[in-house]
């Protein structure tokens, strides 16, 4: 069975939405905008304003001031609960969970350097070695045979 190798800027964009999101939901709009100037880098401004539009759209947030104050951090999202995703342990998880697919990916695609601003907010919700360790497990599951 051929495995799926991500290795272009728009395979990146579904858990550079999925951390933000799930970041935001947890009230770390710090972090959150460190991944929105990591996928600036990544895809430019323009694409992942775009792709958080249509993300808040499909959430039910509508109208531009809202969407506005949505990507401000002051309206709630509550994008776990959109997913079955309750509990702010869970959350944490689900935001782990995106980050490390996203420095995988990074890594998988030889960006380093893009992995490790990923890496310095994995960190920040699960220590240093956890994160590390779920990273190298998510390379081996997404690129070794």
């Known amino acids: ?24 939901d947890l009230g770390r709009k710090g972090d959150a905008h ?6 600036n880098d990544i895809l430019g401004a323009g694409q992942f304003e ?17 969407k506005g104050l949505a990507k401000d ?22 935001a782990v969970e995106y980050l490390v697919d996203l420095a995988a990916m990074l890594l998988g695609m030889k960006r380093a350097g893009l992995e490790e601003r990923v890496g310095e907010v994995g960190e ?3 220590g240093a070695e956890v994160f590390e360790a779920k990273v190298v497990a998510k390379v081996e599951e997404l690129y070794e045979d």
């Not at 069975?1 to 935001?24: C, E, F, K, V």
């Open 1 to 24: 069975m051929q495995r799926y190798t991500p290795n272009s800027n728009a395979d990146l964009i579904h858990p550079l939405l999925g951390s933000w999101a799930s970041l935001m």
């Open 34 to 39: 460190l991944i929105e100037s990591l996928a």
């Open 50 to 66: 775009s792709a958080i539009d249509n993300m808040l759209e499909g959430v039910g947030i509508e109208d531009d001031h809202n």
């Open 73 to 94: 951090g002051f309206l709630r999202i509550a994008f776990g609960e959109r997913v079955a995703v309750a509990t702010k342990e869970e959350k944490r998880e689900m």
């Open 124 to 126: 920040c919700l699960v």
